[in-house]
């Protein structure tokens, strides 16, 4: 498998460039009889796309998904499903300007180094645009774990220096941060705007919880629940870092403070975030994550290009102002597709 | 590949429990001609095991490495190299009193219900033994990376809310916290020693970081090299988060301020922790991670036993009140190990 | 990686239904900087698509390829290329009459026992239209290999009790039967016509040459270059065996008659097929293989139905009534990925 | 995963030189309670060690196994299982006149292109001593698969020209050449007594047939049941080909007489060996291969040294005339490895 491909059983491997011909995904491995439909794909894809509303970028990416295989009569067969997007609004000629030079925060730069080549357009293959597949493929898993009754849910915990506070689950969708609380959820649109307004960006803190788990996912030593999300998540473009339950402030802690005790209703609380010695523990897994503030600005800043020499550089591409709205259906996803492929590995032993 | 296995062409597969016979790991895929022999591992063994100062736990594992394969007249060969350490000192009579019942913030439970059976004993596969053969493994692509001048440094950076300020690398393995900072080295381990006092225990950070990378290791999408650390990072005991250059601290920043500038002379800053896309840049690879309080306790503990009767625990085993100095060599092969695998990935590509 | 993804470092995975919307492949880890365009492509697939002559299905597939990733400006960049081969010219209804009965000799029943599920359409992922998708991949590994000068012959040895005795290379791609005896082509042909004429099928050998290898490729003990060919070539739908250099007729062999001798000028022999103890010798990698004859036959044949009642079978389809000379481009694609794969491996150990 | 290890679910990782302290095993991913201890590997190794009879070796190999790990209280616990056998009674002496020469038809030329360096001792890694670690693996995916009534049977069914007839099960392993026919036993241990005599050695056929599978295993394209045992069994040391059910008697074939047609009680013959699209089909399991003559000879052989002058070579070494009864133990072996692996797979589906 190569570096876009993951997962053991149900495994999924991802393709496409920013303003290639098309973006998609093919997943290997997935149940048979799974009832699936373009419209189960359509759904998170939407919740990604930019243009929801005044603070992402005003692309207008219609993302339309076709499933071209691997589904039958509306339900999986259990052969592979590969889902294209075909790449529409492209505006190559924006990047014709910065053809030659390399953004600062971008992967530009590592991309040129590493193949000697690179589609500039957009991105290329570094583009978020890539995510798209990353979003079918969870959406399946979703739709898999559906039966199951596992509910993943993220939110924005956090934009700049504004902390949520409440967790209002239903309010979630409803505002254009994808932040839990109402009041605070405006004050991060505020910071947003003024990102925005500055030419600038803003970084964010997205946290993720899903709950109807059964104990016993994860493979340790190296496949732990923990670790394995971990890799997916910090897959995701301008994901900075990760910690499960009350991650690093477990450093200031001592453990009788730290321990979740157990008792006959269960454990006492959740420090350990859904997971001990890499397995699940039945309670909601739960992790955060820094976005970092997107890269492309229309600040100028100072770079060089291809002869090494110094140049300044404006990005007139249509940018989000805080990435991490839309980065909570990918991180979704994202864990979706690890449960699932785990909870497979824990099936199989039942031999 | 099972759980207890990683990597694609520098693969390592560990073994064995706490107290069974012994603990070890296969490499396989080692370039061939390395000059090896059993003092490189057992360097590396030596700063993993307990009992190296007052302040870690006083069981005397001595840890003496055999190579049992895959190396002939001092070199490898580029087949398996097993090694082995099998398992002295240890007190399983000490584990009698809690061998039906579970304790907080172990695994004991999560492996109970996975398996349906585990080796109580010293904590079987879930005991910090299991990482002596990851120290193996990193101190074989340690001397690997040794060819090209890699070197790979940790330390520790915070106990409780003790912060290290300056960074004295020559000072690190002068103490027995590893901290690199001389004066908050004294109140770290006053720290440590209060939690010992009290039969408690406290968390802390572990900070790596890798010099003498090219640019170019780490393959999107998905086996970036920041994910691929992640993940390995998150598969060592009681990590329970990780965090990339800047980190979490990336959210509160504007974009103008977080982008690392490129100048002629190379990037102006560090913020992004040597890692662009997935992709090394040449700069030095940073990232830190908390470690969470050992387990552990003297003090008493609500817990339940096999029965699901409610039961307090007391562990007497011998443990560590601080593990984040041990953690330290631990994590440093863990990232020799995805370096390596990784590298070798990117020289396949010169077809 | 699921069961339809193969490879370590040029991986493959292909998907795609006989009669659903298209088939194809995404390679993922080619190497960078390859020139690349669809015409590489197509050549390979006008090889493989029936309707080349009178002796094989008269289906008019023309089976044109889209390239829609990973190539930018003819060059490969080293991300995933994702290839693609809408489905047309597909008579599905064709299939109606044995939708609910399964052909023998065919994977319907065991797709059926596995999946609880199937596209029964034009033998759905079972078909050979799968194989579309390895072509594809295959042409893109010989244009990488063409880099070093290796070459892959493949053609037709036996048709029924027929049996090529002459070489003649260049004779291969002038006749229908892929056969390199010119006198002994005609003579399959009309064991080929005899078939056909009957409702019935027949089948053949290949033998695949690759030329030009350097020693070394081959990764023991289980990826073996001859145990990863055999994989490949056993994945081929119709093959039934595989042997290597002098193969089955070494179990009547002496020692002494069958060990190939070194001299100054190399291996006096090459009865190991240009491998041993796994490995590549630098002599011409031979192996052959079985085809079965088409099951799919106009002559009645019993079988049972879904409900499992005894029925007969008669299969309307435009069948090949000899397989083996289309597998032949297949064949030789499938030789080119694995050497591709296993000599990167060999490279990467060049740390 | 290395070239070294195998399997997706259960899997194995080798390692150990014929010479070198130790031969072994980790298994990876076997399901947890399992009964397991030492006699139940300890019976098939001695099935595969020589000294068995006058037929084989005279090296009295013991190969006592020692479980280091993955087994508690005679149960497996989920976790890795090592095994290890200490070499002894070895004769590296007898080797040393051979250190600088390279043995026609054995794997020592090509190791030394490949990795530059190599053990010479007793063949190094491409000894048949490699395989110790396959049949303790096998041993234990044998007792999983015992559960479900799976049954695993290997014999010769050709020595030279000489071939099985009959076929008593009973008898297999009353007679030192595991030939199924009481007559042809005989005559195939004259052949084999008369290629020792003449200090040369001679080839032979095995056939394994495993029955009681369920159908349903196998996941196509390429992880195909058949793909997959041919890749395990081509791993074998000495095995130059293979063939399903009728095999490359198929080549001859009209589909009519090739065919399995399907009845109420199932399938009318099994030309197809047990397997159909890549998939077991519920019938017997049946594959042959071909086993070369061994190439360790008493009689002289023209090589070249390593400093590519022409010498002559004889072998001195303990070797078996013929290999083909001592690989019957290793094929079970891996037959049981990959039809355990596979059955995990598709268990893992039943979400």
Not at 43 to 70: A, Y
Not at 162 to 170: G, K, N
Not at 275 to 297: C, N, Y
Request: hydrophobic share 35%; aromatic share 6%; net charge neutral.
């Amino acid at each position: 498998m190569g570096g876009s491909g993951m997962g053991k059983l149900f495994t999924i491997s991802t393709f496409g460039e920013s303003h290639g011909r098309a973006v998609g995904v093919v997943i290997d491995g997935c149940p048979a009889r799974i009832p699936l439909d373009e419209r189960d794909i359509q759904k998170e894809l939407d919740r990604r796309r930019p243009g929801q509303s005044e603070l992402s970028s005003p692309r207008s990416e219609t993302d339309q998904v076709e499933i071209l295989s691997g589904v039958f009569g509306n339900m999986t067969t259990g052969t592979p499903i590969c889902m294209l997007i075909f790449n529409k609004d492209m505006k190559s000629a924006d990047y014709e300007g910065i053809r030659d030079r390399f953004r600062p925060g971008h992967g530009d730069w590592a991309y040129q180094e590493k193949y000697g080549i690179r589609d500039y357009r957009g991105g290329g293959r570094s583009s978020a645009r890539e995510t798209i597949g990353r979003v079918c493929a969870g959406a399946v898993a979703k739709k898999v774990l559906g039966k199951k009754n596992v509910k993943i849910i993220g939110h924005v915990t956090q934009v700049g220096n504004i902390r949520a506070v409440r967790f209002d689950p239903d309010f979630i969708e409803k505002n254009p941060v994808r932040c839990a609380d109402p009041e605070m959820a405006e004050k991060m649109a505020d910071r947003i705007r003024l990102a925005r307004d500055n030419g600038d960006s803003i970084g964010g803190v997205v946290e993720i919880r899903a709950t109807g788990l059964p104990a016993g996912i994860g493979e340790p030593v190296f496949e732990r629940l923990d670790a394995e999300i971990a890799r997916a998540i910090l897959s995701i473009p301008a994901v900075k870092g990760i910690e499960f339950g009350i991650g690093f402030r477990a450093a200031e802690m001592s453990g009788s403070a730290h321990n979740d005790e157990i008792t006959r209703e269960g454990f006492a609380g959740n420090n350990a975030g859904g997971v001990l010695g890499g397995i699940s523990t039945g309670q909601p897994l739960v992790f955060r994550f820094p976005v970092k503030p997107t890269p492309s600005l229309r600040i100028p800043q100072r770079t060089v290009d291809e002869n090494g020499d110094e140049v300044e550089i404006v990005t007139r591409g249509r940018h989000d102002p805080c990435i991490a709205p839309r980065v909570v259906p990918v991180a979704e996803a994202m864990a979706a597709i690890v449960l699932l492929d785990l909870w497979m590995q824990q099936i199989a032993r039942n031999f």
